[in-house]
């Protein structure tokens, strides 16, 4: 069996480039539909009595996650990493302090952590996604690791990306986490079906 891992970083680098051709105001355009469809089609519809949240924040060419950061009602956590090996999440709220990693990322300093009895849903960063709900992070393998101990407290996983980022196939290793949903600008799809 052939080595994914250049694949992997071929289809990622791939990805990476036609999201960076882009024009900002159509990114922002599209994050802005691909926020509301996660709300309205996901959230409300078909997975409404969750009220927990986890959320990456978003790089500047990624969906953009910031406005889910206020959303009423919910109880809301973004992530903190130590190194490649751990990642903390804590609650966010008014008083969240922030500070920027060295991947150039805005983390919380402060707040409630996330323990598996909180449950919730995660949304996930992507670089490139396949309809089977494969997705490529960006090769650190943060995510991969965090999912791989607590998926089985997650009511959902849920990638977000913009249709240029989806391609045909993701070879995929024994440690990979399939998502649940997709959602780009043009679609919502239903990768593991409930």
């Known amino acids: 069996m052939p080595d994914p891992v250049p694949l992997k970083q071929a289809l990622r680098e791939l990805a990476i480039g036609q999201r960076m051709l882009m024009p900002r105001a159509l990114r922002r355009h599209y994050s802005r539909l691909i926020i509301d ?11 409404s009595h969750v009220m927990t949240l986890l959320t990456y924040i978003a790089l500047p060419h990624e969906v953009d996650t910031h406005s889910i950061l206020t959303w009423n009602g919910w109880r809301i956590f973004a992530p903190r990493m130590h190194g490649h090996e751990r990642m903390d999440w804590h ?13 150039n990322i805005l ?10 009895d909180d449950g919730g849903i ?10 089977q709900g494969n997705r490529l992070g960006m090769g650190k393998g943060c995510f991969d690791i965090w999912l791989g101990q607590h998926r089985s407290h997650l009511r959902a ?10 391609v045909p196939s993701i070879p995929t290793e024994p440690h990979d986490v399939p998502m649940d949903f997709v959602i780009t600008e043009k679609e919502t799809i239903a990768t593991c079906p409930n």
């Open 37 to 47: 469809r996660l709300r309205h089609e996901i959230l409300e519809k078909r997975i």
């Open 91 to 103: 609650c966010i709220g008014p008083e969240t302090s922030w500070k920027k990693s060295p991947w």
């Open 107 to 116: 983390e919380p300093q402060n707040g409630p952590c996330w323990s598996p």
């Open 122 to 131: 995660l949304i996930c960063p992507l670089t490139a996604f396949d309809r």
């Open 157 to 166: 996983i849920i990638g977000l990306a913009y249709a240029c980022q989806e």
